[in-house]
T-cell receptor, first 112, second 112 residues
Framework: ETGVTQSPTHLIKTRGQQVTLRCSSQSGHNTVSWYQQALGQGPQFIFQYYREEENGRGNFPPRFSGLQFPNYSSELNVNALELDDSALYLC???????????FGSGTRLTVV | SQQGEEDPQALSIQEGENATMNCSYKTSINNLQWYRQNSGRGLVHLILIRSNEREKHSGRLRVTLDTSKKSSSLLITASRAADTASYFCATGPYGATNKLIFGTGTLLAVQP
């Protein structure tokens, strides 16, 4: 098992810019989810992808979008960055069903 | 929005002591999971308990679930300095997605 890897680990962007975060799922996991974690808070669900289709979305605006590729890797795109988008972004993969998630180490995004 | 709340928000104990953290949630669940997070990085899955289970063990971890009270507890026995981390409960999955809704976390400090 290779686990979940995310890139980059840290990123600084200017308000109004766009950002793409990347995630490689654990081998054998066909579901990938993205979470946003503000400082001192629990992770908040952004959306989930299964078989390259969005399969559930949290309370995030459309400027948060994503993709899942045939190899189950994934991207999170955020347009028109706002200061409040500064957070740790976590990618998690899982098999379908009643299983725990495997999380990546996250991308720390700072918007200035 | 957060589904659950952990209690206490912070806990400081001596090495060798037991640590107990509690989690309360609001809606019906299929399962409840506990995760550990070191220094604001990725989350590590600890244990999953299904809604029809009342107690589960994994090594030094013991989890209980009371669906009538919508609460769970995590007990770490014989704690070690390496157990110092934030601990989150998460409930799910919901509907067709595997999304998890996380609590606010308990910060555990184990003093050597």
């Amino acid at each position: 098992e290779t686990g979940v890897t995310q890139s980059p680990t840290h990123l600084i962007k200017t308000r109004g810019q766009q950002v793409t975060l990347r995630c490689s799922s654990q081998s054998g996991h066909n579901t990938v989810s993205w979470y946003q974690q503000a400082l001192g808070q629990g992770p908040q669900f952004i959306f989930q992808y299964y078989r390259e289709e969005e399969n559930g979305r949290g309370n995030f605006p459309p400027r948060f979008s994503g993709l899942q590729f045939p190899n189950y890797s994934s991207e999170l795109n955020v347009n028109a960055l706002e200061l409040d988008d500064s957070a740790l972004y976590l990618c998690a993969s899982s098999p379908v069903g009643d299983y725990g998630y495997t999380f990546g180490s996250g991308t720390r995004l700072t918007v200035v | 929005s957060q589904q659950g709340e952990e209690d206490p928000q912070a806990l400081s104990i001596q090495e060798g002591e037991n640590a107990t953290m509690n989690c309360s949630y609001k809606t019906s669940i299929n399962n409840l999971q506990w995760y550990r997070q070191n220094s604001g990085r990725g989350l590590v899955h600890l244990i999953l308990i299904r809604s029809n289970e009342r107690e589960k063990h994994s090594g030094r971890l013991r989890v209980t679930l009371d669906t009538s009270k919508k609460s769970s507890s995590l007990l770490i026995t014989a704690s070690r300095a390496a157990d110092t981390a934030s601990y989150f409960c998460a409930t799910g999955p919901y509907g067709a997605t595997n999304k998890l809704i996380f609590g606010t976390g308990t910060l555990l400090a184990v003093q050597p």
